[in-house]
Each structure stands twice: as structure tokens, then as C-alpha cells.
């Protein structure tokens, strides 16, 4: 489990790069989740613009 600082240094970086982008295609790699990835997640995230890139708690 990555500590609080080493995530949000991620979070500071990815931001930037991600905010605004249009994402173009999404690979699930794993389906194992903590929740189930819903048959069309991919067709309800391709074409969508990422608002904003944040932390959040482990749950």
C-alpha cells in the first residue's frame, strides 16, 4: 500500500498531464475488482473528457 505523500505526488503529476484529455480507448487488465466492471464500462468511458485527476481513501 503506497503511503499518503508518495500519492499525492502522483496525483500532482498525473494531473496535468490527464485533466482534459479525451480518453481514446480503456483496457480493463484485471476484472477481479473490488467491485465488478459492468459489461459496457468500456463504451461509457471512450470519448469522455477527464475533468479532474484526485486522491481518495483506500475505500
Known sequence: MPELPE???VCRALS???????LQDVVIRQFSLRFPVPPNFHE????RRIVKVQRRAKY
Open 7 to 9: 500519492v499525492e505526488t
Open 16 to 22: 496535468p498531464v490527464l485533466e482534459g484529455a479525451i
Open 44 to 47: 461509457k468511458l471512450v470519448s
